[in-house]
Nanobody
């Protein structure tokens, strides 16, 4: 199975910046898409941004112009640069990856989630 490890969360003041990182490990054949999702207290988990191995990106409307998602395919990593943070950005941020792994001598699909990293935006 593929494991994802996030880092970079923390406490930041409104208007500040954070950079989240996520690295995938395991018997990975290839990753088709990686992305970031978040879940605030009392809210449903929602998409923040995704990026394909080819570089196509998708952003939620509420983060456009403030967040930038990028990836480094050779390292099976995805990043989220978050600028102009607002209190409403406070949430647990989860990394997701979809692709293919080596399984039983052949290639099979996978979809994995990280444990999440807490982002708190507060004065």
């Amino acid at each position: 199975q593929v494991q994802l490890v996030e880092s970079g969360g923390g406490l930041v003041q409104p208007g500040g910046s954070l950079r989240l990182s996520c690295a995938a490990s395991g018997s990975i054949f290839g990753i088709d898409q990686m992305g970031w999702y978040r879940q605030a207290p009392g809210k449903q988990r929602e998409l923040v941004a995704t990026i394909t191995s080819g570089g196509s990106v998708n952003y939620a409307d509420f983060v456009k112009g403030r967040f930038t998602v990028s990836r480094e395919n050779a390292k099976n990593a995805v990043y989220l640069q978050m600028n102009s943070l607002k209190p409403e950005d406070t949430a647990v941020y989860y990394c997701n990856a979809d692709g293919a792994v080596y399984a039983k001598g052949i290639v099979g699909p996978f979809s994995s989630w990280g444990q999440g990293t807490q982002v708190t935006v507060s004065s």
